[in-house]
């Protein structure tokens, strides 16, 4: 089945630093890799969907200065969490529809100190 | 956007028991799909079901479009099965539903 790998699994960094999520997939092409956040003991919510050669579309809410998107090929995105804070600390996740369901990286959890 | 209910949000089962998890939507949708959530984060995907009913091991799921909701079914629970799980939808972008704590207690 498709497979997406998401890196790092955990993070801990300091506030005001930057931290880069990737999301690659490995055995196809995703034109298309959307990012949800999760807090805790809540749902997904859809942050942005990005675009492979095209600038990404972010759900309301959502600062575009603050989580920049790059999907530079075909099989990776990235997402990189600017200036972070401790109210950014949140389960971080990506996801791509392979045209019969969408599948998911394994997520990333992000904790700002 | 679609609104996603999920029913009950918390059970507790004692292993070996079944027991049926329902997820609402609020529009028609083009796909369904179930996700059980490991403590780790991870989502597994369980079952894409726009409609119809499918079933995989002890782990079954009933979609009915038309009255827009879906049913889990799940059966002879594990301590594996806790968790949590989701129902989510495709309308114009996938909607996560509120989702169902599972606790399997041996």
């Known amino acids: 089945g498709a497979v997406v790998s998401q890196h790092p699994s955990w993070v801990i960094c300091k506030s005001g630093t930057s931290v880069k999520i990737e999301c690659?997939?490995?055995?196809?092409q995703a034109t298309t890799m959307f990012w949800y956040r999760q807090?805790?003991?809540?749902?997904?919510?859809?942050?942005?969907t990005s675009n492979?050669?095209?600038?990404?579309?972010?759900?309301?809410?959502?600062?575009?200065?603050?989580f920049l998107i790059n999907h530079a090929s075909l099989t990776l995105s990235t997402l990189t969490v600017t200036s972070a804070h401790p109210e950014d600390?949140?389960?971080?996740?990506?996801?791509t529809d392979r045209g019969y369901g969408y599948t998911f990286g394994s997520g990333t959890r992000l904790t700002v100190v | 956007g679609i609104q996603v209910e999920q029913s009950p949000p918390d059970?507790?089962?004692?292993?070996?028991?079944?027991?049926?998890?329902?997820?609402?939507?609020?529009?028609?949708?083009?796909?369904?799909?179930?996700?059980?959530?490991?403590?780790?984060?991870?989502?597994i995907n369980l079952f894409y079901i726009p409609s119809g009913t499918k079933q995989n091991g002890r782990l079954s799921a009933t979609t009915v479009a038309t009255e827009r909701y879906s049913l889990l079914y799940i059966s002879s629970s594990q301590t594996t099965d806790s968790g949590v799980y989701f129902c989510a939808v495709v309308g114009n972008q996938?909607?996560?539903?509120?989702?169902?704590?599972?606790?399997?207690?041996?």
């Not at chain 1, 690659?24 to 196809?28: C, E, T």
């Not at chain 2, 070996?16 to 996700?35: K, P």
């Open chain 1, 24 to 28: 690659r997939s490995l055995d196809f």
């Open chain 1, 39 to 48: 807090f805790p003991k809540q749902s997904l919510m859809l942050m942005a």
């Open chain 1, 52 to 66: 492979e050669g095209s600038k990404a579309t972010y759900e309301q809410g959502v600062e575009k200065d603050k």
């Open chain 1, 89 to 95: 600390s949140s389960f971080y996740i990506c996801s």
């Open chain 2, 11 to 43: 059970l507790i089962l004692q292993e070996g028991a079944n027991s049926t998890l329902r997820c609402n939507f609020s529009d028609s949708v083009n796909n369904l799909q179930w996700f059980h959530q490991n403590p780790w984060g991870q989502l």
């Open chain 2, 94 to 106: 996938f909607y996560f539903g509120t989702g169902t704590s599972l606790t399997v207690i041996p």
